[in-house]
């Protein structure tokens, strides 16, 4: 198991095995904190009674130590792993209100014969179950399981409809049947052969009335300041991803003012119409970094496809996971084991185009954001002349892809009928809100731990990267969305609080919206015919049609970016099944 997630540690691997036979761990590390022999897991702690693996970091674990110190603790080593693990023996469970950082983690108490795993409140690095035969396994990624003897790889045909519909397996599920994951912000306790899952952190609900916006402002900025400098904290080289919008402008500025010589990272592409190098590249002349710039090919990114099957051990639809492959590899070549990325600003402070339509289809109504949420709900309902009000019009296409014709034609029927009556994405949107603050709430309870964050820590952590995210730090998160919609997204206007926030670091150049997005040019690059073709062959020759997964009639119309999707899919297929 250990040795099938090699890619994710490069530098050690370990295994531990109890006496018994029974329970056994097994860590591969990428060593960032305290890189010594000392910071070697699995770890035992100093009386030998609990045993951890992690992956992850725990930005305040300094300050934890000081704290745990007066309490008579001692540490052998500098990490933050024994950090965690001395955390655990001291506080129990409390000490996931105490942590701040990036994890995944599992616990074992020798004395009581239990295991107690959690995962970062985002969620951000992942964690997979699977309660079989040999009894509870946990991975990283599910590959791992294969090297288990009563494992037998199948696929999950809810997870199958889930990733047509969206991209990726939504929620819970994995792309195996029988394997699932454990949701962000949930923990799990093991004891005498059975497990029980719970929640232990959710978002804040709103509190219209919390802050005034130049409070609001100053906090943000103390907010902002406090996580982009604790997740600087890295014994190996470290750098930023540069775009050259907002998001990543402002991790780089923040992070200058501690580490002057930090550099950053950017990806761009021969076509202009996605290229975002300029706006990097002025960028970083402006705010004085360094900064490493490399082009993507076509062929390049059609190459990271061939591969992308063995870096994402689930199938992952959507076409940014290239250039994230591209400049992961980028960054390993560069000699860093840990980069910054500016994912998630969007989904807090109200960044996508949805946002605005969501916010302007509710301001057609004239209603005052005073009245109570079930009237602003009305309100949106009522200003729909043309047919019921459906919230995922305004999301992106492949959300509304969840109940389209084209669904129907490339899904098998038996399939669909038990996918469609399961619980599905729709059901998160809160009908008690109004639509830009539950369209914020949606994005970040499914489109940012299913897609977003699959994306980065899989094709970082394929080349051997970590990936931290500063902007969705827990303590952000929750001032984000405590927050009164109208005072993050003033006058509909995108980002408007995180731009007010941003102004003490940027330029306006750079606060003025220009960004493309990082995603490639696909319509350009796959406008190529041949290439569609051998794409559709290998589609119908291949397992998902073979099958029953797939019905071969619905291949005929759709558009070239699915095309890619569905070939991603069916190499995965052919690779893991």
Known sequence: MARALAHRGRDDENVLRE????????????????PTPAGAQPMASQDDRFVIVFNGEIYNHLNLRNELA??????????DTETLLVAYACWGEDLLSRIDGIFAFAIWDRQRSRLFAARDPVGVKPLYLWNGAQGLALASQPSAFRALDHFRPELDPLAFADTIAYGDPAGKRSAYRGVEKLLPGHMLIWESG????????????????????EDAVEQLRHLLETAV???????????????????????????????????GITLGFAESVSDERPFAEEAAKQLGVRLHSRCLSRQDALDHAETAAAAFDEPFGLGSQLPMLAVSQFAKELGYKVVLSG?????????YHHHVALARRYRSTGRSSAQN????WLGALECVRHGPFDPLRFFRPHEAMADSAQMRTLVSGKILEEWSSSAKRTGVFRADLNPW????????????????????DRAAMAHGIEARVPLIDRKLVEFAFSLDPHLVNKGGERKYLLKRAASKWLPSSILTPRKKGFSPPLHIWLADGALQTRFRDEIASGY????????????????????????????????WL
Not at 437 to 456: H, S
């Open 194 to 213: 059975e497990a029980r899952q719970s929640q232990y952190w959710t978002l804040p609900e709103t509190d219209r009335d919390s802050v005034q916006e």
């Open 70 to 79: 007066r309490e008579g603790a001692s540490f052998r080593s500098d990490c």
């Open 437 to 456: 603050e539950a369209g914020r709430r949606y994005d970040f309870e499914t489109y940012l731990p299913d897609e977003n964050l699959v994306k980065v």
């Open 373 to 376: 949420t079930s009237n602003l």
């Open 544 to 575: 998902l049609v073979a099958n029953g997964f797939l019905r071969l009639q619905g291949l005929k119309d759709v558009d070239a970016e699915r095309l890619l999707s569905l070939f991603l899919y069916e190499k995965w297929a052919q690779k």
């Open 19 to 34: 006496r018994n036979g029974r329970i056994a761990f097994g860590h591969r590390r990428l060593a960032i904190i305290d």
């Open 229 to 263: 400098v604790s997740q600087l904290m890295s014994d190996v080289p470290l750098a930023t991803l540069l775009s050259g919008g907002i998001d990543s402008s402002l991790i780089i500025a923040i992070a200058a003012t501690k580490q002057p010589d930090i550099a």
């Open 343 to 351: 994912d998630g600003a969007d989904e807090l402070f109200g960044g």
